[in-house]
Structures are given as structure tokens and as C-alpha cells.
């Protein structure tokens, strides 16, 4: 391959821009096999890399289509045509609203400019070219040194592959890039990118059952809970098909002082929750966003040396949830030490089993202590699976490559809205705003991750009648969908509101199939799947944008 160079650096106080080795630094370029690229810099004198790429040509046929992999589990992730636009952040999140709250910090919008026209794209850690059935992979081995983004020009003919090295001093020799490319099918290239990854999953069986989020939200309590667990135990040989019951969010005083119970929703504790749920002979989950520290939090007030700075040197907001929060600074010895003994209360001492771990995005928000982005998203997931051992883990919030190998389950996409449509409001929010669409878009076009780096979560699924917008075919046919891609089925009814039918569809979600997706079609916002179930061919066929239903 053929590829220019360009590099703008800092050294001396004095910023230049380099397309080759100079007086400054050398640059050795290392093509191991047709598969394999790597390009590293042996720096003469400390220096800061500004910008870099790698560009080629690229000839993009007419019906080629690009993977964009959004930065973290909720962005939005889909193949375009050179014809479709690439969102960006919203005018909500461009606000003064958003500034203040920090939404920038949610997705990449700190560190990769915008795509501004139509046919031009940017994805994170891998991407493909797909034209047909041919899929033109090309994948980072190593993000730990930065995020590698590849960029796609449909319209000038042109594919980048650059790295966020934002706060890094390089001294001496550093790996600027490490690439892996391959060409084939689907599941020709993805296995191939693991196989040199050398990454195998730490689970392999998927968890069914319940989580709070997604009909109470933060309104949760003791009384609820226990109610909807003695619910679900009534269920006929529940143990045969259900494992895992989870609480979410809203036992907490606020999020980062998760010693503080909320003493009015949850009179005696947490352990007692656990040891109920035990009882019934399911595993215990328990929601957590351990890097977060809610504006209003008592961690935040009286350790204010714990919160990750800004260029001012001050704590910054790093999303608008509750309020607004801070993130905890991982470097930090006492943060650090915080962390430790949060864990080891809530899966030594009350007893859970797994731990659904969210908005882990917040620790890595801005380069610190000499360390690029991706340096510190890696060092952050191997604090926590440090801290949580052999139990189990659901990643969410979070960038999808460090966590390879590292979590047993990961969110693939955005959190489920209550009902289908993409709504004015969410549209000008951010790309990682709450969307069924995105949802969908995100667990189909990230399929190539499951079983390989985790199993997958691809949200829940709503059979209730109540506090909900969906028509009952929707419920069935999402719930179907969750079967055919998900690694995680859990839903958040009480189950003993269902009626017949919406047992039995219930039932059906959950029940052990042989199944298998065969295709895939996109044909403007018409999603067409075939797949296979107990031998049997099938196809769903819906508008993702709308959730009008086709084929079902």
C-alpha cells in the first residue's frame, strides 16, 4: 500500500509539520505480511504530536458502503452510503445548556473534527468497506498508545487512518500505529481481526432475566423490588429460563456515594436485596457508575482533589445526568482507594454477583498525568476488572476496544427510548442521546463483536401494556430481534400484570432456539433480516426510523 504521511508537531515551543523523517525524529514503517502495518517514531528530542495521519487512495464503488464505529457503546454506529451525512453533536449539546454540562465529553467531539458533507466519515478502532458481499477490513491492533479513527472520503476517493496522541510527550521510540487489514466475508474478517488480536471472550453464556431501569427508572424501592422478584418466582420453572435479576439506578443518595442508601426506598440495605434474590436462586446484579460523581454528591463536595480537571485546573462536568456530574480521577491514590472499597462492599459484603457498570466513558474524557485518552480508558477497565475479580461484568457507556477481552458483557448500543420514534428533542442532543433506532442500527452493525471480544447487550425488551408507547406487534417483533443478536435479555415489567399472550411472547424471547442471522439488507430506513430459527427460514422486515412493521 501506498500511503502520505503527515505529521504536525510541537517541540521547543515551536510547531511544525512533517510528511517524513527529520532532523527531529525517525520513522520506520513495518509491513509484517499483507495483513499487518505498523508505523513507529523514534523521537531524537521530546515532542508532542499535534495531528496525524496516514492517507491512500482508495476507489469506492458506487454501491460501496462504510462502518462507522461510534466511540462509545450509546453512538450511533451504522454503514453509510456516500450519499447519507454523518450527525454530529446537536444544537442542545452545542448550547450553553450543553457547554455547561459537558455533553461534549459524551462522544469523540473533543478530538475529531466533524464530517460536514455528505460521503465523508469517521470510525473508531475498526472499519469496513462493504460492497456486496466483499468486506475491506482494516482494524487497530494497539489503542492502548491512543484511539485510532479511520476516515473515509467517498467523494475525493481517499481513506486516513490517524491517532488521538493528544497529551503525550513521545521520547525515544513509540508506536504512532498498528494496523490489521484483511478481505472476505463477514465472519471471515472478523475472526481473522481477532485471531491476531489474540483476544477470546470471558464468557460464554448469555444472562436472562430482569432489570429495574426501563419502567421505574430512578423511582425504585425495596417494596418494588422484592414485588417484582416474588413475581417472577411465581412464573412456572422460572430457574429453566430466567438467572439474573438486576437493580439499577436510584438506590443511591446520589451517584458516587454509594455508601449513602437511600434509607426511605431501601429501609435495610442493600444486602438483604441480595440475599433475597439469592433466595430465589438467581444471581444478584447491581447497577454502578463508578467513575461518576454527581455535582451535588458528597464525594464531590468533600474531595474535590478526586475529580478529573480541565485546562483551568478546575472539576469539569462530563454529561448532564442528574443534574450534571464529575468524573473521579483514577490516578488519584485516595479516588483510586474509593473505587477498591466501593467494590469490595458491594460484591463482598452485600453479596452480588455481577455489576452493570456505566458511563465508564467519564474517567478518559481529557489527556492527564502525561497519558493519551486511550492510555487512560485502557488503565481505568483494568482498575475494574481488578476490582471485581472472577464476578461478573456488563460494560455500558463505554469505548468498545479497551474493553475487549476485559468484560464478560457489553452494551452495544444506546439505551431503548419507551417508545420507537427518534424524536425532535433527541435528534439535537448528541449522537449517544437515547434512540430505538440507534439501538438497533448499533446491535446490528456490531454483531462482528459478539462472542469474539464479549457477549452483547443489546438492551431490553417491554411486554407491558403500561408506561409505554409501543404497539404490542413492536414489543414482539424487538423482542425477537434481542433474541436473534442479544447475549443479555432482560426486560423491566412486573411479570405478573402479562396476560396470556404476553406471556407466551415472553416465553418465546427466552426459550433456548437453534437460530441463526443469514442477511442482512439496508435499503434506505427498510431493515430486512433472514435468519434461521430450529431450521426453519424466517425474515423480519420494518422501518428502524419509524417502526412500521413489514414482515413479521
Known sequence: MKFNLFIKYRTGGTEKIAKNSNEDFELTLV??????????????KPLEVLEFYMRRKYDFAQN??????GFQSWSDTKE???????PNLGLIGHSPFGMFFGMKYVGDYTFVKPERKAGTFHSHSFAYVRTGEEYDFVGSLNDRTGYTVIYADMNRGEMRYGKDLEGKTIEGEYELINLFFAKGGYDEVFDAYFAALNIQPLSDSKIKGYTSWYNYYKDISEDIILRDLESIAALDNYKDYLNTFQVDDGFQTAVGDWFSIDSEKFPHGMKPIADAIHDKGLKAGLWLAPFGAQRVSKVAAEHPDWLVKGAGGK??????NWAGFYALDIYNEGARQYIKDVFHEVLDVWGFDLVKLDFLYAASVVPMHGKTRGEIAYDSIELLRECVGDKLIIGCGVQQMPCFGKVNYMRVGADMHLGWAHDFKRKRMHREDVSTPNALHNTIYRRGLCGRAFLCDPDVFLLRRTNILYAPEQ???????IKLFGDVLFMSDNVADYDAQQLAAFHDILAEDEHAVTAIDEQGSVLTIDYTENGEAKQMKFDVWTGEIYKF
Open 80 to 86: 453509510f452510503t456516500k450519499e447519507e451525512k454523518m
Open 64 to 69: 460501496a458502503r462504510f462502518l462507522a464505529n
Open 31 to 44: 509491513e509484517k505480511n499483507d495483513n499487518n502495518l505498523i508505523l513507529k517514531m523514534n523521537a531524537h
Open 315 to 320: 472539576p469539569i462536568m462530563v454529561g448532564h
Open 475 to 481: 414489543q414482539k417483533l424487538l423482542g425477537k430481534f
